[in-house]
C-alpha cells in the first residue's frame, strides 16, 4: 500500500513538472538534453523529440556558447551555481529564429548518493521585459553624460565634463564615466588583466571571462564602472538589488553610498546614477555632489 502510495505521488509529481506553464530543462553532465516539458515547447518551439538528446547548444547563441560551458563545466565539477538559487536574464535561441530573452534559474542536480547527474533549469518568457529595461540602461547612460552641472559645481570646476568611454568585447560592453571616478583602483587591483592604467586601451574586456569582469565592475565604489551585456539584461545589478540603501564614510575619502537611493542637485533635477555614487565630504570636488579624488590633493582627514 505505501509503495502504491509513493508511486501514485512520484505519478503526480511527473505530471505537475511537464504541465508548468514555465520552461522545464533538465540536462546530464555533458549538456546533453534529458528532460524537455510542455513549457519549454512553447516558450522555445521545439518540441520533445526535437529537444531530447541534443545538446544545450540548441537554445543557446554561438557568441554565449564558450562562456556557457566555462560557466557550466565549473558548477558541475563545484557541485553549485554561480547565482546559487537566483534567477538572471540571459538570450536564448527559438525554433521561430525570433530575438528572445528569458528569465532563467539553475540548480545542480544530484542522485541518492549525492553525485551530480546533471542542471535543471526554469525559464520564462523575458524579452518584453528586457528590450523595456535595456532602452531605460541606454536613457541612463546618455543622461549621465549630458547632466547639467549644478550652479556649485560650476563655480569650483575646473575642467568641462569628460566623455563617456566604452570598451567592447564579446558579449559585453563596458562604460567608463571618468567624471564620477574618484581613483578608488578597486579594478585595477581585482582584475588587472582588463584593467590597466598603464596601457591603452586600458580596459581590456576580452581579457577575462565575461562573468569576472561583470563581478569586478560591480565592485566598484563609485559607479564611473557600469557593463551591457548581451543577452543579460541590466535592470538588476548585485547591488542595485538591494532593499534599500547604505552609506559609509571612507576614511579620510568620500561618503559611499550603495542601493536604491535618489540623488537630486540643487534645482531638484534626479541625477541618474547606477546604484552606487561616492559623494564629496572634503568640499573640494570640482563635480559636486561626487568626488573627484580633491580629498587628497588638499590632505583632508576623518574626523575621529
Not at 83 to 92: C, L, N, Q, W
Not at 234 to 243: F, L, M, N, S
Not at 258 to 270: N, S
Request: proline share 4%; hydrophobic share 35%.
Amino acid at each position: 500500500m505505501a509503495d502504491h502510495g509513493g508511486n501514485e505521488i512520484e505519478n503526480v509529481y511527473r505530471d505537475v513538472l511537464a504541465a508548468m506553464p514555465e520552461a522545464l530543462i533538465l540536462a546530464d553532465r555533458e549538456g546533453i538534453i534529458r528532460i524537455w516539458n510542455h513549457g519549454a515547447e512553447s516558450l522555445f518551439g521545439f518540441d520533445a523529440t526535437e529537444a531530447i538528446g541534443h545538446s544545450l547548444d540548441l537554445i543557446i547563441p554561438e557568441a554565449m556558447r564558450d562562456a556557457h560551458w566555462n560557466g557550466y563545466r565549473r558548477a558541475i565539477a563545484h557541485g553549485e551555481t554561480r547565482h546559487k538559487g537566483g534567477s538572471m536574464i540571459t538570450r536564448a535561441l527559438s525554433k521561430s529564429g525570433e530575438r528572445l530573452y528569458i528569465d532563467v534559474s539553475f540548480a545542480i542536480v544530484k542522485n541518492g548518493a549525492g553525485e551530480v547527474i546533471g542542471s535543471s533549469a526554469v525559464a520564462r518568457d523575458a524579452t518584453e521585459r528586457y528590450l523595456k529595461e535595456k532602452s531605460r540602461q541606454q536613457e541612463t547612460v546618455a543622461q549621465s553624460v549630458t547632466q547639467p552641472v549644478t550652479q556649485s559645481a560650476a563655480k569650483s570646476a575646473t575642467a568641462p565634463k569628460k566623455p563617456l568611454q566604452s570598451y567592447s568585447a564579446t558579449g559585453i560592453t563596458v562604460n567608463f564615466d571618468p567624471n564620477l571616478c574618484y581613483h578608488s583602483a578597486v579594478c585595477l587591483k581585482t582584475l588587472p588583466a582588463v584593467f590597466d592604467v598603464h596601457r591603452r586601451p586600458w580596459v581590456l574586456p576580452g581579457a577575462a571571462s565575461v562573468e569576472e569582469v561583470m563581478a569586478t565592475i560591480e565592485k566598484c565604489p563609485s559607479g564611473a564602472l557600469t557593463y551591457l551585456r548581451e543577452g543579460v539584461a541590466e535592470q538588476k545589478t548585485t547591488v542595485e538589488a538591494v532593499t534599500g540603501a547604505a552609506i559609509q564614510a571612507s576614511r579620510n575619502g568620500p561618503l559611499l553610498l550603495q542601493g536604491q537611493f535618489t540623488l537630486q542637485d540643487e534645482g531638484g533635477t534626479e541625477i541618474a546614477t547606477p546604484g552606487r555614487a561616492a559623494l564629496c565630504r572634503c568640499g573640494g570636488t570640482g563635480n559636486q555632489p561626487f568626488c573627484d579624488n580633491s580629498h587628497q590633493r588638499i590632505g583632508f582627514k576623518s574626523q575621529k
